[in-house]
């Protein structure tokens, strides 16, 4: 023992003579303690010795060592070397953390009389470690060129288990690459697993192999900024949290996974200390928050989302290119068949900016979904849909369906079609650029299960089935829309439909189908009232039109470009994507068609402006504006052309 406090004795001289700090080393765990710090060291009973209120026994003390190195305050370093670590403790905080070590398998445990947040860098490489930290009170986590992967776990199978409910930063050092792989079996819940919240920061790179369940799982809300996620495989979700996830910037990459891109639930109902229960779903819970920043989703699973959200989302900035190619599954807890979706909110729905392409290929897949109201201001979207329609038996066995008449046998709940966008609720259009294609069996463009109301924007569909579908009316007061069904509609109202202004051009199949049809079965009407409409295919029978003056021709060629004029002011120049089907007479001889000035009885090229409509065919084009890929041009200027003979379109069908 005299040699022991010889030693020690040595020690403190050595610090008092100008050394920095004093490292006192426990098997892989070194603590660093500041000359300027240390004050009294207590040496008791020849057993222990406690500096900065750190008790050490003196028999597990590997060495103690004086030197000049910098100490940072509420610091720990893990340093991963192959099978083995080195923990470094910065003095402040020796006492209040008990660490363990188990080859490169590290476990810190804070007590509960930390009050100062504590940042943990990690770093080096092991093909066999782990990190597992515990605690009651907020924490920092950097990733500073990590590689690690749990192979034989000890503490956890994650390779990253934080088991603290507080808010944890986690820092991705920028211009470092960091990659974690948890383990094969076991019972972790994320290759990166935080119980409390997390806030990604910082411009590095982080890698996420999940080989149980999810890449990355938070018992709380996720908040991204700057940092790149790349998940490459998981069992599960890519990113799976409660209460809200936000991205404000950085990129998330997500590919090879079982389920979901990134998916927020809403939080569970906890239980505390005196027994009461409480109940998160009022708030912000659930919720999906996409503000700037990259995103590149691409998911396999049948009926799995790129983005899905248990609460509301909110779009008003980034890039996000999403991809699904899964089919439908039957969900025997609802008995109703369920499919993919690029974006999906079982809320509402508010996109007011943000650029997004959005690809489904398997059948029933949807481009957006919401069960609520779906509210789109600003912003572009792109959507291509290419499956077909699923059906289901009472049994719950899954049928592609490829035609129209097979799927009309089947009830809303057993089955599902291929939607551009798609609202259970209302729907509400002002502003932004939309784009649709759906070419599977079912496929509606743009369809809502309530109201639908378009005031402004720029929306394409070219669609299989309707183009733009509502369940109940349908207003459209300004915008510029296109819509084509190659099957069905163009535009579709199960109630009223009420054109009050904007540029329409709508393009529907042949009789019965019409290019704008409302619910005369059901006692409702299309009301044209201002605006300007063109139109290829009959309007619903018994519209009524008034503000302008509707006529129609029977001759039209397919690509060649048309202008249209308001009296004598140009309005819009145009071409038809698809040819009259009647030449010079129709199907009942010259001039004829079904009735008077008629031709064929099935399609006709329709004209509306708030005075009189007059074409010129054959134009040529230069300059102005193009919409609707290049369908339509404004402000342009047109040249050449002759003009085409229109006769009055009847409120009656304009065909009898």
Same mark, same amino acid.
């Given at each position: 023992?005299?040699?022991?406090?010889?030693?020690?004795?040595?020690?403190?001289?050595?610090?008092?003579? %100008?050394?920095?700090?004093?490292?006192?080393?426990?098997?892989?765990?070194?603590? +660093? =303690?500041?000359?300027?710090?240390?004050?009294?060291?207590?040496?008791?009973?020849?057993?222990?010795?406690?500096? &900065? %209120?750190?008790?050490?026994?003196?028999?597990?003390?590997?060495?103690?060592?004086?030197?000049?190195? &910098?100490?940072?305050?509420?610091?720990?370093?893990?340093?991963?070397?192959?099978?083995?670590?080195?923990? /470094?403790?910065?003095?402040?905080?020796?006492?209040?953390?008990?660490?363990?070590?188990?080859?490169?398998? /590290?476990?810190?445990? +804070?007590?509960?009389?930390?009050?100062?947040?504590?940042?943990?860098?990690?770093?080096? !490489?092991?093909?066999?470690?782990?990190?597992?930290?515990?605690?009651?009170?907020?924490?920092?986590?950097? =990733?500073?060129?990590? !590689?690690?992967?749990?192979?034989?776990?000890?503490?956890?199978?994650?390779?990253? #288990?934080? +088991?603290?409910?507080?808010?944890?930063?986690v820092k991705v050092v920028s211009e470092t690459t960091n990659t974690l792989t948890d383990a094969v079996s076991g019972s972790q819940k994320g290759c990166l697993y935080i119980k409390g919240h997390a806030e990604f920061a910082q411009k590095g790179t982080l890698n996420i192999i999940g080989n149980v369940k999810h890449g990355i799982k938070t018992g709380e809300y996720i908040t991204l900024k700057n940092a790149t996620i790349n998940i490459t495989k998981a069992v599960g979700d890519g990113i799976n949290c409660e209460q809200f996830f936000q991205m404000t910037s950085g990129t998330i990459n997500i590919q090879g996974v079982g389920d979901d891109g990134i998916q927020c639930d809403i939080e569970d109902?906890?239980?505390?200390? @005196?027994?009461?229960?409480? $109940? #998160?779903?009022?708030?912000?819970?659930?919720?999906?928050?996409?503000?700037?920043?990259?995103?590149?989703?691409?998911? !396999?699973?049948?009926?799995?989302?790129?983005?899905?959200?248990?609460?509301?989302?909110?779009?008003? %900035?980034?890039?996000?290119?999403?991809?699904?190619?899964?089919?439908?599954?039957?969900?025997?807890?609802?008995?109703? !068949?369920?499919?993919s979706s690029c974006l999906s909110a079982d809320g509402n729905m508010v996109v007011s900016g943000?650029? =997004?392409?959005?690809?489904?290929?398997?059948?029933?897949?949807?481009?957006?979904?919401?069960?609520?109201? &779906?509210?789109?201001? $600003?912003?572009? /979207? /792109?959507?291509? @849909?290419?499956?077909?329609?699923?059906?289901?038996s009472s049994s719950g066995t899954l049928t592609t369906i490829s035609n129209a008449q097979s799927l009309d046998r089947y009830s809303s709940d057993y089955k599902s079609s291929p939607k551009g966008i798609k609202a259970?609720?209302? &729907?509400?259009?002002?502003?932004?650029?939309?784009?649709?294609?759906?070419?599977?069996?079912? %496929?509606?463009?743009?369809?809502?299960?309530?109201?639908? $109301?378009?005031?402004g924007g720029q929306i394409t569909v070219n669609a299989y089935d309707d183009g733009i579908n509502s369940s109940s009316h349908m207003t459209i007061s300004g915008g510029y829309i296109y819509s084509r069904a190659t099957n069905n509609d163009g535009l579709?109202?199960?109630?009223?439909?009420?054109?009050?202004?904007?540029?329409?051009?709508?393009?529907?199949?042949?009789?019965?189908?019409?290019?704008?049809?409302?619910?005369?079965?059901?006692?409702?009407?299309?009301?044209?009232?201002?605006?300007?409409?063109?139109?290829?295919?009959?309007?619903?029978?018994?519209?009524?039109?008034?503000?302008?003056?509707?006529?129609?021709?029977?001759?039209? @060629?397919?690509?060649?470009?048309?202008?249209?004029?308001?009296?004598d002011t140009l309005v819009a120049a145009f071409k038809t994507p698809t040819k009259s089907s009647g030449s010079g007479g129709g199907w009942n001889g010259p001039g004829g068609g079904y009735g008077p000035g008629g031709g064929n009885s099935s399609q006709k090229l329709i004209v509306y402006t708030s005075s009189t409509p007059t074409l010129k065919s054959g134009i040529a084009v230069t300059d102005g504006t193009e919409y609707f890929d290049g369908m339509a041009n404004t402000g342009c200027t047109v040249s050449g052309g002759s003009n085409v003979s229109l006769s009055n379109y009847s409120s009656g069908g304009g065909w009898w």
């Open positions: 023992m005299k040699k022991v406090y010889a030693l020690l004795m040595a020690l403190m001289l050595t610090i008092a003579a %100008g050394a920095q700090t004093l490292n006192v080393q426990v098997g892989s765990v070194i603590y +660093q =303690f500041p000359a300027s710090q240390t004050g009294d060291m207590t040496y008791s009973n020849g057993t222990s010795l406690t500096i &900065m %209120g750190k008790t050490f026994i003196l028999s597990d003390i590997s060495a103690m060592t004086v030197d000049d190195s &910098m100490v940072k305050d509420n610091a720990i370093s893990v340093i991963y070397n192959g099978i083995a670590a080195t923990v /470094i403790v910065a003095g402040n905080i020796a006492q209040y953390v008990t660490p363990s070590v188990s080859g490169a398998h /590290i476990s810190i445990a +804070q007590n509960d009389n930390l009050a100062e947040e504590i940042t943990y860098t990690l770093s080096g !490489t092991s093909e066999d470690g782990e990190f597992y930290m515990s605690g009651s009170y907020k924490a920092t986590i950097e =990733f500073n060129g990590l !590689t690690l992967t749990n192979t034989t776990p000890v503490y956890s199978g994650a390779a990253v #288990h934080i +088991q603290n409910g507080k808010r944890i930063k109902s906890t239980t505390g200390s @005196t027994g009461e229960t409480t $109940d #998160h779903e009022g708030e912000d819970s659930g919720n999906v928050y996409i503000e700037g920043g990259t995103l590149a989703i691409s998911v !396999t699973a049948n009926a799995a989302k790129g983005i899905k959200s248990e609460g509301d989302m909110h779009i008003c %900035g980034g890039e996000a290119t999403i991809t699904t190619s899964g089919g439908g599954l039957w969900d025997s807890d609802k008995s109703k !068949t369920k499919a943000g650029t =997004f392409s959005l690809t489904s290929t398997g059948n029933g897949g949807k481009g957006m979904s919401v069960d609520g109201t &779906m509210t789109i201001s $600003d912003g572009t /979207i /792109i959507i291509k @849909t290419s499956g077909q329609a699923v059906g289901a259970d609720g209302n &729907m509400f259009i002002s502003g932004g650029s939309i784009n649709v294609t759906t070419t599977g069996c079912g %496929g509606e463009g743009i369809e809502s299960k309530g109201t639908l $109301d378009i005031t579709d109202a199960n109630g009223n439909l009420y054109i009050k202004g904007g540029l329409i051009y709508a393009i529907g199949t042949t009789t019965p189908e019409k290019s704008i049809d409302a619910n005369t079965e059901g006692g409702y009407k299309l009301y044209i009232q201002g605006g300007t409409i063109i139109a290829v295919g009959d309007l619903e029978n018994g519209a009524s039109i008034s503000g302008g003056t509707c006529k129609y021709t029977t001759l039209w @060629t397919a690509t060649s470009w048309y202008a249209l004029y308001n009296g």
